[in-house]
């Protein structure tokens, strides 16, 4: 069974169709790439795995389980974590208190209980500091802990959303485009952390990205969208050379000259 | 400026940073303590005053401040507090120590359920609608006159807590102190919410609705939880504040009321305690500030203690104009770079705070 089997999903938006019969699934320890030029649906998918948009037709299970039948926020405690486009922080807060968010899933507590704060709290609270140390340790965020996202470099801002993504512990791990506007050094950086986080804490990863080079490099499996529809879902390599992809990506020779003439 | 070296995690868990602060905090209670005993009887009333509004700030301040819900509305459940509190007393002779609570909780229920509905809106629409429900409970007073006594309004018994008198007017002293217990056990409540995921939560809405979503923050639920705690603390000054007034009806907690709390904590300084407290005493301390001022310029002008109406809307109306273009973190932020300029003297550079972006954005929700 798969971690994550997304079985002929459709959105539309007015008449618009987003997502297009879109099936496919993701197994338990691979990392999973979705390309396609922009507008191809790819964020949609994401949205749609996060319960923002609810798929006109077609199921989405999570470990065997549909998924259409929870709430958003009830996502993250699946064991869905992801991270967005544009970067999504808490920017008046602590890199600190940004990742300390992302254990939310973990809490234990009660509003009554945290407000007293009793010891049971304080012992819940001892615990997610050390998660969250760990969570610092492996993406090197030692220097911007009890900093403010506010004033951090975007390179900065696009780790620590990952990390809060982490500190979910997920088991499904979802990066929308994790280097864009990333320099050379970064995006490498990027790529041994997504081996780590597959290799190591065996979290399956799925994401969305254009830096081909980057996807070539670390995902076992690559799907190519085109205007919601599916055009070709293989390895890297079988999907860019696959005819269809390129011509979604460049245009086939003939008909750029019809446009010219 | 002062390294801590942190060797556990509760270096950051705990209430007080090092011991230095605490020591600060610890010299600032003496201060308050000692009080009653320094002030005379009508200066005493007027710090009793700034507490009970710093407890109302306090609890605007979890709402507007901490979780990025505006409120108009708040003397809304001032009034809740306020007739709960004197209503328990009065009708079914409960003691101040049980009515008290008792109302703080009733406002704190009561913002709860009326956040339900008014959490779906965002930003000036949420404002609009809260606005409605401070003008809906002025007029709700008005006419439940057969248990509110409408207009006419009621007079809250004397607080006795074990034999022991804390009367407004007999017992000034008593009743600051009093106040000041209520005042600290907030601000502890307060700490702990900021210190555990329930305050985490509500920044999280506050920054970002659809990433606190993704983290697993049920929105909505947080939104009321804030709306609870915040109408509950506020009850709790709006108890008091029926206390000190001595008595009250639909017009003591008037859109006015209101405002003033919206721009005490604006002026104070969003999302701090400090702030709660900065604020509440400019809106405290500025009509008596202002009356003073009048009657010494009068010696020197004439006219003497003439009431030039309006003078202190428009008093008000300057400072939050000057606040907003030149210090839009308030009197707590202009104090938080006052002080890092003398800790890091002479290497303050102008431009370290300027980051500076305004709460109040969660309308950017899809």
Known sequence: MSLLEIDNVTLRFGGVV??????????EGEVFALVGPNGAGKSTLFNLISRIYDPAEGDIRFDGRSILDKAPHEIARLGIARTFQNIELFDQATVMQNLLVG???????????????????RAQERRHREAIEKV???LDLQAYRDKYIAGLPYGVRKVVEMGRALAIEPRLLLLDEPASGLSVEETQDVAYWIEDIKKQMGI???MVEHDMHLVSSVSDRVLALADGKMLSLGTPHEVQNDPKVVEAYIGVADEKEEVLA | MRTVFKTSYDADINLFRHRVQAGWYVLLLVVALALP???GTFAIGEMTNLLIWAIACMGLMVLVGQTGQASLGHAAFLAVGCYANALLQLNLGLPFIIAFPLAGLIAGVAGALIAMPMTKLHGIYLAIGTLAISILTDDFIVLAEPLTNGVNGLMPPSIEIFGVSFDRYGMPGRLYYLVLAVALAVIYLYRNMQRTPLGRSFAAVRDSEVSAQAMGVNVARTKATAFGISAGITGLAGALMGHFAGIFNNETFNIIISIQLLLAIVIGGLGSIHGAFFGAAVVALLPQGISITRDFLGQFVGGGSIAIPGLESAVFGLI????????PMGIYGRWLKIRTYFELFPFYRRDMFRRQKSYLKTERMR
Not at chain 1, 18 to 27: C, I, L, P, Q
Not at chain 1, 103 to 121: D, I, Q, Y
Not at chain 2, 320 to 327: N, V
Request: aromatic letters at 18%.
């Open chain 1, 204 to 206: 399956t990863v799925l």
């Open chain 2, 37 to 39: 005993f320094l002030l």
């Open chain 1, 103 to 121: 254990r939310h899933r973990h809490r234990k507590g009660n509003m009554w209980s945290e407000l007293a704060f009793t010891p049971f709290v």
């Open chain 1, 136 to 138: 610092i340790d492996f």
């Open chain 1, 18 to 27: 987003a997502v297009n019969k879109v099936s496919f699934n993701v197994e």
């Open chain 2, 320 to 327: 939050l104009i000057l606040f907003i273009l030149f210090e």
